[in-house]
């Protein structure tokens, strides 16, 4: 039997011998997927990719449904595209054939969208919860279907929308286009996230210094951890990435790793956090990323609209984190 740390790089494997101590080897996995894994797990919760008990085969659960199936990733991936084994878990009360028609669907999409040299976890998601999400909602009912539209309708036009704050200062500049996430609150501590587009590093730089100098409650903050990702204008081959942990140890190059997993650009997040007096330990880092990807998404940063389906979030106006 063989057993893998929670990064699944290490593995102990027990002979047939019982009473022979276990031996030790490495799994099939490269950085890029450790890498990959850990963003995604940050992005969607701990759960949602783990290593199982046969070295390189992986668990996927599928975000908002019930449904896992199990991948195998081979020793040179990106450059190879992983494999799907079929279902793990099928839930307790699904439609006979529905475990099925989502293996088919996760093997159709996977081929659509991987390509040789690139990462593909978060597409794969990201077209899943799409996919399934749209076929789902054609077997509703129309006056639901409706009222559903009608609500996201009435987010997308708030979103980015910032009500003036009378406590900000006279801006020495326009206010930078921010668009906020939803608030997080996890033991006292707040966190909230904001994007906005850049054209440069000194763009990027003076909209930070602006935000702080502009809203006291930002100014306040335990943390103000950012990150960008540029192409610059004409060269697309002339790129800027930073990011600035703020004291939040290593924050930072997690949030750019978020970006880079995104394919994001242009573009530059923000995540403020008040510290509540509790450690979050890791979590921390879960909730950074989680309100970062919602600023990206509600920015329209991204190809596809990723936002929950299962709720709608209500977004913070600036200065009220």
């Known amino acids: 039997m063989a057993y893998c740390d929670p990064r699944g790089t290490l593995c102990s494997v027990q002979t047939s011998d019982k009473h022979s101590p276990p031996v ?20 969607y919760g701990p759960s949602t990719i783990g290593s199982s008990s046969d070295p390189g085969t992986y668990i996927l659960a599928i975000p908002n449904n019930p449904i896992s199936v199990r991948l195998r990733f081979p020793l040179g991936y990106p450059n190879a595209p992983p494999t799907v084994l079929g279902t793990d878990t099928s839930g307790e009360h699904t439609k006979k054939g529905y475990a099925s028609h989502v293996l088919g669907v996760v093997k159709c999409v996977l081929g659509n969208i991987y390509r040789p ?5 978060f597409d794969l ?23 559903d539209a009608s609500i996201e309708i009435e987010d997308d036009a708030t979103s980015n929308f910032i009500a003036p704050d009378s406590s900000l200062a006279k801006p020495v500049l326009e206010d930078p286009p921010w668009t906020l996430s939803s608030v997080i609150t996890e033991k006292k501590s707040v966190f909230v996230a904001r994007s906005a587009p850049v054209a440069s590093p000194t763009q990027a730089r003076a909209y930070l ?7 006291k409650k930002i100014a306040k903050a335990t943390h103000n951890i950012t990150s960008w990702r540029i192409q610059s204008i004409g060269s697309p081959e002339v790129t800027f990435q930073d990011c600035d942990d703020d004291g939040e140890t290593a924050a930072g190059g997690r949030l750019l790793h978020l970006m880079q997993v995104m394919g994001v650009w242009d573009v530059m997040v923000v995540v403020s956090r008040w510290y509540g007096g509790v450690l979050l330990g890791p979590d ?12 990206l998404v509600k920015g329209g940063h991204t190809m596809t609209d990723t936002s929950d389906s299962g709720t709608k979030d209500t977004v913070k106006k600036k200065g009220k984190p």
Do not use: P, Y
């Open 117 to 121: 040299g690139e990462v593909c976890l």
């Open 209 to 215: 210094d602006h935000l702080v100098a502009t809203d």
């Open 284 to 295: 921390r880092f879960r909730i950074i990323n989680t309100v970062a990807r919602d600023a």
């Open 24 to 43: 030790s080897h490495r799994c099939i996995m490269s950085d890029d997927l450790a890498n990959e894994i850990e963003a995604i797990n940050s992005i």
């Open 125 to 147: 998601l990201e077209e899943l919860r799409g996919q399934l999400r749209d076929r789902a909602d054609k077997a509703e009912d129309g006056d639901s279907a409706s009222e």
